[in-house]
Structure formats: C-alpha cells, structure tokens
C-alpha cells in the first residue's frame, strides 16, 4: 500500500501568513494527487486534484504542486476561515490512501 | 444542485449487519466511479471501496474484504455497503462520494454529509 506522510501535523500561523503543507508518498504516484479541506463536522471538500490543478469554486490563495513522492499545498495568505484540517489522497493505485491530516490553527 | 445524501446508520452490536445507503441527484450517476470512506472519531479519512460505473469492477480495503459489499442501483441513482460482522473498530462517520471526471477513478468532488455508524454492545 501507498503511504502518504504529511507535515507538520499541527501548525500555527497568523492571518495573512503563507503557509506550507507538505505530503510525502511512500512511492512514485506522478501526479494523482488531492488536497482537501475539512472544518469541524463537515465532509472533506476537494481545493487541488491532479497536485496543481485548483477545483472549481475554490479561492485562488490555495495551490499545490509537486510530482512523484513530494508535494505542498501552499495557502498564500492565511484567512480566518481557513481554520481546518488539510488532507492529502492518493488515487494511483488501489487500495486508495490519505495522509494523516495537518491541523491548522490561527493565532 | 448536486448532492450525495447517506442514510443507514446506526447504532448495531458487535457481530451486527448494517446495509448503508446513498442517493445523487443533479448528475449523471450512472457515469462515476462512486466510493465509500470513513471516519473514525477524531481520526482522519480512511478509503473503503469503490465501485464502477457500471457496477462491473470493485476495490477494497485489504483487511474489509469479505465483511463489506459495494453495490449500486443506477436505475435508482443508488450507492450501497452492506457492512456484516461489524467490529467495535468499524465505528466511523461513512462519507459517499463521486470521482470527479466520468468513467475514470480521479479525486473526490462531491461528498455527502456522512451517516454515522456505532459498533458497541
């Protein structure tokens, strides 16, 4: 199985911060690759797919990019309702995985 | 609108049977790979299955196979898990969701909002 590593596993940073998440592969997955955001007691909602490629409806301040086993998801400048915990998946090869989450708070 | 509504959860003893089930509207369902994952509290995501389209291919969790069954009803725009021999360690949030492009597993666009299923005696 594919094991995705994130880091770190919490972090705080102030409103209009830049902020860097980063998810390791256990193995080459090119670029089959999400980010998704979840509040407290919301489903996950897709922000990246494809490492780089933003989903529809979501602000541009959120970016991936990477390839193979590195990849980061990048918030550009930290907003107050950015207040969640960020997963990366892997949908290269079955049995799909997820990372272990980064919890981001907000000074 | 586009949406994924769960329902089927439940509080259900150890060695228990629970049959989930999710209903699409506002799309194509019969063109998407759909996939259950769950949540256990406090933990994050964990994958389950996935069925395709046509309901001709299926993927499992390695140490689910053989409890859980993925199933699905494209006339009625229908996903289903029949979960047997529940454990205390299957208890979790179920999530339906949809691969994002036809035909193909891709990333998970849309979620529905969860059913909750309790394994205790």
């Known amino acids: 199985d594919i094991q995705l590593t994130q880091s770190p596993s919490t972090l705080s940073a102030s409103v209009g911060d830049r902020v860097t998440i980063t998810c390791r592969a256990s193995?080459?997955?090119?670029?089959?690759l999400a980010w998704y955001q979840q509040r407290p007691g919301e489903a996950p909602r897709l922000l990246i797919y494809?490492?780089?490629r933003l989903q529809s409806g979501v602000p541009s301040r959120f970016s991936g990019s990477g390839s193979d086993t590195e990849f980061t998801l990048t918030i550009s400048s930290l907003q107050p309702d950015d207040l969640a915990t960020y997963y990366c998946?892997?949908?290269?090869?079955?049995?799909?995985?997820f990372g272990g989450g980064t919890k981001v708070k907000i000074k | 609108e586009v949406q994924l509504v769960e329902s089927g959860g439940g509080l259900v003893q150890p060695g228990g049977s629970l049959r989930l089930s999710c209903v699409g509207s506002?799309?194509?369902?019969?063109?998407?790979?759909m996939t259950w994952v769950r949540q256990a509290p406090g933990k994050g995501p964990e994958w389950v299955a996935n069925l395709k389209h046509d309901g001709s291919a299926s993927n499992y969790l390695d140490s689910l196979r053989g409890r859980f069954t993925i199933s699905r009803d494209n006339a009625e725009n229908s996903l289903f898990l029949q979960m047997n021999d529940l454990r205390v360690e299957d208890t979790a949030v179920y999530f339906c969701?949809?691969?994002?492009?036809?035909?193909?597993?891709?990333?998970?666009?849309?979620w529905g909002q969860g059913t909750m299923v309790t394994v205790s005696s």
């Open positions: 506002g799309f194509n369902f019969s063109s998407h790979w």
């Open positions: 193995q080459s997955i090119s670029n089959w």
């Open positions: 494809r490492a780089s």
């Open positions: 998946h892997q949908y290269s090869k079955h049995p799909l995985t």
């Open positions: 969701s949809r691969s994002r492009e036809l035909r193909l597993v891709r990333a998970l666009d849309i």
